[in-house]
């Protein structure tokens, strides 16, 4: 089956330090990746959609000088946390899609818990 | 505006049945996901419904209702296992996927 690799799973970092978390697509090609967010006990939440070669779309409120994306190829893609303050601690999780969009669904990669001291 | 409404929480035994339900309104319709997520991992896909009817998978099955906006997840023989939350999603005429605040399902012996 499709395999998305994320990766750090676990950063602790000191406030005002950048973190870039990876997301891979190991066993086919993402023209479509996705980045969510996700607080304890409460569902996921879309913060952009990573499209391969062009600029991220972000959604409503979420600031895109924060959270960096790049898609610099097909199986990867990248969100840049800059200058990360204790607020943007959270679960973070990619997601690709196999295929066309249609019924495919999203695969998603172990997530990374970030906690910004 | 899009609405996904599921219950927050359920209790069932070990070894019964349970049924999640989910409604929705969305601008469109290009099918409804369910995935599974255990606390503290990332969600993993169950099932996909985009014609109306039952889609049996093992021992979870999900039915779809496109007219009433309606669907069900499943779950036979609960084991401990099963405790997890479980998410329903729903995809847009953008094909955009929506997200419901997921059901949490505790299992007990």
């Known amino acids: 089956g499709a395999v998305v690799s994320q990766h750090p799973s676990w950063v602790i970092c000191k406030s005002g330090t950048s973190v870039k978390i990876e997301c891979r697509s190991l066993d086919f090609q993402a023209t479509t990746m996705f980045w969510y967010r996700q607080f304890p006990k409460q569902s996921l939440m879309l913060m952009a959609t990573s499209n391969e070669g062009s600029k991220a779309t972000y959604e409503q409120g979420v600031e895109k000088d924060k959270f960096l994306i790049n898609h610099a190829s097909l199986t990867l893609s990248t969100l840049t946390v800059t200058s990360a303050h204790p607020e943007d601690s959270s679960f973070y999780i990619c997601?690709?899609?196999?295929?066309?969009?249609?019924?495919?669904?999203?695969?998603f990669g172990d997530g990374t818990r970030l906690s910004i001291l | 505006g899009q609405n996904i409404d599921q219950p927050t929480e359920m209790t069932a035994t070990e070894g019964a049945i349970v049924q999640i339900n989910c409604t929705y309104q969305?601008?469109?319709?290009?099918?409804l996901f369910w995935y599974q997520q255990h606390a503290g991992e990332a969600p993993t896909f169950l099932s996909y419904?985009?014609l109306d009817g039952l889609e049996e998978k093992g021992r979870f099955s999900s039915f779809l209702s496109r007219s009433k906006g309606y669907s069900y997840l499943l779950l036979k023989e609960l084991q401990m296992k099963d405790s997890a939350s479980y998410l329903c999603a729903v995809m847009d005429s953008n094909y955009q996927l929506i997200w419901g605040a997921g059901t949490k399902l505790i299992i007990k012996p």
């Open positions: 419904n985009v």
């Open positions: 969305t601008s469109g319709f290009n099918g």
């Open positions: 997601s690709a899609r196999d295929g066309e969009v249609g019924g495919q669904p999203q695969h």
